[in-house]
C-alpha cells in the first residue's frame, strides 16, 4: 500500500486470520476485539489497543455488532518499533472520539483521512519516546517482585521501590506488558508455587506461605480462579508427567 488509511470496521463473529505487508494500528470503537499477534495474546477495548507490525501472522474475533478503528500504516510511515499491545493516551482516545462521533458507517474525505492518520501517528511517536523509561521501570519492578515474592507486597510498595505513583506503574505495565502490577504478581507468585509442587517435598501450605500466600486455602483460591486448577490436582498431575517422562 502506498498511503495511510483510517476507516471504522466490524467483522463476522468468527475466528479470522490475516497476514499483510503493512502495519497496522486497531484502536476500540464499541465492544471489543480479541487479537493473537504471533503468540502474544490480548483484547482491544477500553484504553489498550493493537499493533500488528507487517509480515506478522495474527488470529482475531470480533462480534459482528462490535466495531474497531483500524489504521493501515505503509511501512516507511513507521520508522519506530511499538510493541503488541499499547496504552491509548489522552490525545489518542481524542482522535478516536473525533472519528467515532461521525457514525460507525462515516467516512472521512480523503484529507481528512490523512490528516487524522498523521496526528494519531504523531501520537504514537511521542509515546514511544517514553517506552525506554517505561521498559526500565517494568523490568526493575519486575525484579524487586522477584526478589519479595514470599513478602505481602502490594503494588503501592512496588511503585515506591521504583519512585513511581501507582497509576504511573499501572500505566507503564500495561504499555509494556499489556497487564498490570498486580496480575503480574499474581502469576509470578503462582509459576514459583508451581515449581515447587513440582521439585520440592514441601508441604501445600508451606509452598503457599513461601510464595507469598497467606495460607493454603488462598493459594488454593487463586489457583483455581486464574488456572482452573487446585494446588493438590497440579502436584498430581505433574508428579504423574515426571514418572512417565522418567
Known amino acids: 500500500m502506498d498511503g495511510l488509511a483510517v476507516e471504522i470496521r466490524s467483522y463476522s463473529g468468527e475466528v479470522e486470520r490475516h497476514l499483510h505487508d503493512f502495519h497496522q494500528l486497531i484502536l476500540p470503537c464499541t465492544g471489543q476485539l480479541d487479537i493473537e499477534i504471533e503468540h502474544h495474546a490480548g483484547r482491544v477495548t477500553?484504553?489498550?489497543?493493537?499493533?500488528?507490525?507487517?509480515?506478522?501472522?495474527h488470529t482475531f474475533?470480533?462480534?459482528p455488532q462490535d466495531a474497531v478503528v483500524v489504521l493501515d500504516i505503509p511501512v516507511k510511515a513507521t520508522p519506530f518499533p511499538l510493541s503488541p499491545f499499547l496504552a491509548i493516551g489522552r490525545d489518542m482516545q481524542g482522535l478516536i472520539d473525533f472519528l467515532t462521533a461521525r457514525g460507525r458507517h462515516a467516512r472521512l474525505s480523503?484529507?481528512?483521512?490523512t490528516a487524522w492518520?498523521?496526528?494519531?501517528?504523531?501520537?504514537?511517536?511521542?509515546q514511544q519516546g517514553m517506552s525506554d523509561r517505561l521498559e526500565l521501570a517494568v523490568r526493575r519492578a519486575t525484579a524487586f517482585m522477584q526478589g519479595r515474592l514470599a513478602d505481602p507486597i502490594r503494588v503501592t510498595d512496588i511503585a515506591r521501590a521504583e519512585g513511581l505513583s501507582p497509576s504511573r506503574l499501572h500505566d507503564a505495565f500495561v504499555r509494556r506488558r499489556a497487564t498490570t502490577p498486580h496480575a503480574q504478581l499474581v502469576a509470578m507468585?503462582?509459576?514459583?508455587?508451581?515449581?515447587?509442587?513440582?521439585?520440592?517435598?514441601l508441604s501445600i501450605a508451606e509452598i503457599a506461605i513461601c510464595t507469598?500466600?497467606?495460607d493454603q486455602s488462598t493459594l488454593t483460591r487463586i489457583m483455581r480462579r486464574e488456572r482452573h486448577i487446585t494446588p493438590a490436582?497440579?502436584?498430581?498431575?505433574?508428579?504423574q508427567g515426571s514418572g512417565e517422562n522418567g
Open 110 to 113: 480523503p484529507s481528512h483521512s
Open 189 to 201: 507468585r503462582l509459576d514459583a508455587a508451581t515449581r515447587l509442587l513440582a521439585h520440592s517435598s
Open 46 to 57: 477500553g484504553g489498550v489497543a493493537a499493533f500488528v507490525a507487517a509480515g506478522r501472522d
Open 212 to 214: 507469598g500466600h497467606a
Open 61 to 63: 474475533v470480533a462480534r
Open 117 to 126: 492518520a498523521a496526528l494519531m501517528l504523531d501520537c504514537l511517536a511521542q
Open 233 to 239: 490436582q497440579l502436584r498430581r498431575r505433574l508428579l
